[in-house]
């Protein structure tokens, strides 16, 4: 077996169908398009149109296989709504990544109950509600993953982690919960955690020029992330490569998190 082949076979999405919610932008704009060069078609769901339109256009002029959902996560029905829309692209997807959320941090003494629900609707409830609906198909077919993006916040709690905070720790054990029900079945659920990495989603963090650098001399690697750091991470988490990773949080965060 030459290299090219030994490759496909571990690394290849030839013939999977992927989900990504948040996925027209950011960090979940990397992965969708990693996805989709590995060979899966993908269903980008988020709510603005022309950022949909404009990651889209740019996976099928790369002759990719790719679809948009514009939906509102933060409700119930919209989720349902979004979910079902979604499978009809290309089939039930084999591949979830939840990376959409929300990241409202005002002081705890200033969160109200608005802030909460928002925040927990979109970055948890949005999640568990996407898994129901897809992991016992995948349990049922024998193959599936669950992606879910988190936050370092999930494991220490800094820059007023709030409600924010609270909402991807649960995220990282509901992965581990779905891992012990389905894995058995072939379906790995495991969470990307980054660094800090310029997206849209921490504006206002990314306008601070001396936090930024602050942050970048914290990082082993001497860098802030890039949304394009994920790719390969998620590819492999994807892929069959994995099989045997489930239940895991996966710091890609050039050693933030051990510095």
Known sequence: MDAQTYLSDLFSLDGRTALVTGGSSGI??????????????????????????AAVGELTDDGCRAARVSADLSTRDGVRAAAEEAAVAFGEPDILV????VNLRPPLDDLGEDVWDATMAVNLEAPYLLGQRFGP???ERGFGRIIHITSQQAHRAFVRSGAYGVSKGALESLARSQAEAWSPYGVTC????????????????????????????????GRNG??????????FLASRAS???TGQAIHVDGGFSVH
């Open 98 to 101: 939840n990376c959409a959320g």
């Open 226 to 235: 890039l949304a394009g750091d994920f790719a390969g991470a998620a590819v």
């Open 243 to 245: 099989a045997y990773v």
């Open 137 to 139: 198909g995948m349990a």
């Open 28 to 53: 979940g704009r990397a992965i969708a398009g990693a996805l989709a060069r590995a060979g899966a078609g993908v269903v980008i769901v988020a709510r603005r149109e022309a950022e949909l339109a």
């Open 190 to 221: 495991n969470t990307l955690v980054p660094g800090f990495v310029p997206t849209p989603l921490n504006a206002h963090l990314s306008a601070d020029p001396e936090r930024v650098a602050a942050l970048a001399a914290r990082t082993m690697v």
